[in-house]
């Protein structure tokens, strides 16, 4: 609609490498997985591991859809009151259970921390076959700023 | 898997009306969408409107869905750390067009500031057919408080 489109900053795509390093910083992200009339939405506490994302989780509509390897997509964003730069980091892939004996004791190494109080004794892992990422400075700063104040900055910014 | 169901603090649900309580406290939520390979995941400005979700948005996958009335999930979740509470509110239902004149001009009317640079000249509802939400003390507080320090607090809490 707009007939001036220089009036904006741009939107910056985040390359591969600078997706993971914001994937790092943060330990909540949303997993989205088609349903049966809606898409299933969670959020869930997970850990970058080898180029994959890896998630605790009780028997369940996660663990049933990781053992059809079921595609999905996981989402994190944040906010950097510092340089007003808001972003957000979409792995699209597959999840696959974590079944191997030497796999799970690789998994229950891992600085995973479940959000939700309960045995999480499955390990369950996003496979990636795409990666995107951008961050844009926000449109209103002031208006952000007293909404998502505090929010810590990411690490490698 | 646990023999000690007591040892955990409960997960509360939350009603209907905190559902709608605290995502009037929120800014950002995410947007699930089936997709052709995987599901779509998107972060997106929102405001709660006459018990609908309203966003706004330039041309492209989210308007294309909303004029398929398309099925969608809805996610919003924040952390207290004067409560240790962790909560989220999910959201299914089907996004509309807002078309009409008179619904255009409410919308432009609602306290909706784009995440986002640019345009954004179409607005979209999200009609609910179900909401659920969930509150509970977070499993490793000490963890928890040095990576979501100063996340702001709702306001109804």
């Known amino acids: 609609m707009s007939t001036q489109p220089m009036r904006y900053p741009p939107v910056h795509e985040l390359s591969s490498e600078e997706c993971w390093a914001r994937l790092r910083t943060m330990v909540v992200g949303r997993l989205a997985l088609a349903g049966k009339e809606h898409p299933e ?3 869930v506490n ?14 369940g509509t996660k ?12 989402e994190v964003d944040s906010f950097e009151p510092a340089t007003n730069e808001a972003w957000s980091v979409v792995v699209k ?6 079944l191997q004996t030497a796999d799970v004791i690789d998994a229950i190494s891992l600085p995973l921390f479940p959000w939700q109080w309960g045995s999480k004794g499955f390990f369950v892992r996003i496979v990636p076959a795409s990666l995107s990422g951008r961050r844009f400075v926000v449109a209103d700063p002031g208006h952000w700023a007293s909404q998502l104040m505090g929010i810590r900055r990411s690490s490698d910014e």
């Open 41 to 43: 939405l969670f959020p």
């Open 46 to 59: 997970y850990v970058v591991d080898r180029g994959t994302v890896v998630f605790r989780s009780d028997p």
């Open 63 to 74: 663990i049933a859809a990781s053992m059809d390897q079921a595609r999905v997509a996981f």
């Open 93 to 98: 892939g597959s999840l696959e259970p974590v």
